[in-house]
């Protein structure tokens, strides 16, 4: 597999790219609906409530925490998480400048 040439997309493109590729797994769409849904930060109630292992989540909450989608404070010896208002807010204004930028049926095809 090629390398993927990042340097030719603008930033723009690149950070869109980043985020939709740290939600692009359902577990982690899962992680995040449950930190949304508990309206604070979340501890270790997510392997509970979603039934995956420790490791598995940790590593989900790394690509997403990586992506700046979630952040982390460290409270005894767990970290706790919370959704990254900077970079929700980011992902929310790109997705919606990307779909309303498509103006409708044209006769292409």
């Given amino acids: ?16 790219a980043v985020l939709l590729k740290a939600i692009a797994h359902p577990a982690r769409i899962a992680i995040l609906q449950e930190i949304i849904n ?30 700046g989608l979630i952040q982390g404070t460290i409270e005894g010896a767990s970290v706790c998480y919370c959704i990254n208002p900077d970079s929700w807010e980011t992902l929310k204004n790109e997705l919606d400048g990307f779909f309303k930028s498509y103006k409708g049926p044209t006769t292409c095809c």
């Fill in 1 to 16: 597999m090629g390398v993927t040439k990042t340097e030719i997309f603008t930033e723009q493109q690149n950070r869109l």
């Fill in 38 to 67: 508990s309206n604070a930060c979340i501890c270790g109630d997510l392997v509970s409530e979603l039934g995956l292992a420790q490791a598995t989540i940790s590593q989900h909450l790394k690509e997403l925490k990586n992506a």
